[in-house]
C-alpha cells in the first residue's frame, strides 16, 4: 500500500527542520527580547532566504558547518547584495545559531568566528567655504524684522564656528554665552560635557543677538509673560526653538544663497566644520574633540592621513576664524 502523500487529505507535509527553528527562534525573540515587530520581520527576511537557499543545496540546518555559511554569503555577493545587507545576513544566521545552541539543538554556533563583510565608509557630505560664506551672508539678510536677521546669523555662525549638533545649538542656556566667553561648555550625547572655542564672528554674533534678544525680554517681563532660559526661545513647551523649526529655517537660507537645499542640513554644517578644520591642518584629535566623539574612529572618517603633529589652536586654522579686517 502506497504511503500518504503530500496533499492528502487530513495529512501535513513534512515540516521542513529550518522552518520550525526559525519560527521558534522568532517567537523567541517576541516574547522573551521584546524585539520590535520591524525587528523580527528583518529576521524572518533573512533567515528566509537562508533556509530557502540550504533546502535547494540539500543541506541540514542542524549539521551544516561554517563553510556553508560562508558559501552562502558568496552566494549573496553573486547576487549583488551590498556589503550591510550580507553583514545583517550574517548576524541573523548568528543570532539563530546562538539559540539553537542555548535550547541544545546544536553544541556550537557555527556562524561564530565568520568574519563578515565590513562597511564601506564614505565622507560625509559637505560644503565648500565659499558656499558657508553665502549661507552665512544670506543668513544675515534673512528674517521678517531685524531681531530675527541677528538670531538667524547667530544660529549660523555658532554651528559653523563649533561643529555642535542641531540639538546641542537649540537647547544651548542663554548663561552658557553671557559674558563673552573664548570656550562655551556643550552638553552632548549622553549628557557628556565638553568645551568648545568660540570664533571672533560667532562670538560678535552671539554678543549682537544677546542685546536683541534682552531687548525683548524686557518687554516681556514688563507685560508680565515669562521668559526663556535659552538663547534661542521658541514657543513650545520645551521653551526653545525646535530641531525641525530650525530644519525649515536653514532649508530657506540655502536658498536665499542660491545653494540647493538638498545639500543643506544641520548635519551637513558640522560635516563642513570638522572637514575644513582637518584641510587647514587641525589634529584628528583635537577635532574628534571638539565634535563630541567618543571614538576616534568615528572621527577618522573626514581623512586618510593621520596627521601626527598637534596644533595648539583652532583659530589658526579655521578659514572663518577672524573678523573682516581685523588681524587674529
Not at 523567541?28 to 515587530?37: K, L, M, Q, S
Not at 543541506?59 to 554569503?73: H, Q, V
Request: proline letters at 6%.
Amino acid at each position: 500500500m502506497a504511503g500518504p502523500t503530500a496533499g492528502a487529505k487530513g495529512v501535513k507535509p513534512p515540516v521542513n527542520p529550518a522552518w520550525r527553528w526559525i519560527s521558534t527562534f522568532l517567537d523567541a525573540i517576541a516574547a522573551e527580547a521584546g524585539a520590535a515587530r520591524n525587528t523580527s520581520l528583518a529576521y524572518g527576511r533573512d533567515l528566509k532566504d537562508f533556509a530557502e537557499w540550504v533546502a535547494v543545496g540539500g543541506y541540514d540546518i542542524a549539521t551544516l558547518d561554517r563553510m556553508t555559511i560562508e558559501a552562502y554569503l558568496v552566494h549573496c555577493d553573486t547576487q549583488g547584495l551590498s556589503a550591510a545587507t550580507r553583514a545583517r545576513r550574517l548576524s541573523s544566521i548568528r543570532q539563530l545559531y546562538r539559540f539553537a545552541f542555548e535550547e541544545g539543538w546544536r553544541e556550537d554556533n557555527p556562524g561564530l568566528r565568520i568574519s563578515g563583510p565590513g562597511k564601506s565608509k564614505s565622507l560625509p557630505k559637505t560644503l565648500s567655504v565659499e558656499e558657508i560664506t553665502r549661507l552665512l551672508d544670506a543668513a544675515a539678510g534673512h528674517g521678517r524684522n531685524p531681531p530675527d536677521r541677528l538670531r538667524n546669523t547667530a544660529l549660523m555662525e555658532l554651528l559653523y564656528a563649533t561643529g555642535m549638533r542641531v540639538s546641542e545649538l537649540v537647547t544651548l542656556p542663554q548663561a552658557a554665552v553671557r559674558g563673552n566667553p573664548a570656550m562655551i561648555l556643550v552638553r552632548g550625547k549622553g549628557d557628556k560635557e565638553r568645551m568648545v572655542p568660540l570664533s571672533p564672528p560667532a562670538r560678535a554674533a552671539v554678543a549682537d543677538w544677546l542685546n536683541a534678544l534682552d531687548a525683548r525680554e524686557a518687554a516681556q517681563k514688563a507685560a508680565g509673560k515669562p521668559v526663556s532660559k535659552y538663547l534661542f526661545p521658541g514657543s513650545g513647551a520645551d521653551g526653545h526653538m525646535t530641531r525641525q523649526s530650525f530644519f525649515v529655517l536653514i532649508k530657506a537660507m540655502a536658498v536665499a544663497a542660491g545653494i540647493s537645499p538638498a545639500k543643506v542640513t544641520p548635519h551637513v554644517l558640522r560635516h563642513a566644520f570638522a572637514t575644513h578644520l582637518l584641510a587647514g591642518g587641525a589634529d584628528l584629535r583635537v577635532i574628534q574633540t571638539l565634535l563630541g566623539h567618543a571614538d576616534l574612529g568615528t572621527t577618522e572618517i573626514y581623512t586618510h592621513v593621520l596627521e601626527d603633529e598637534l596644533k595648539d589652536l583652532v583659530f589658526n586654522h579655521h578659514p572663518l576664524a577672524k573678523l573682516p579686517g581685523k588681524p587674529g
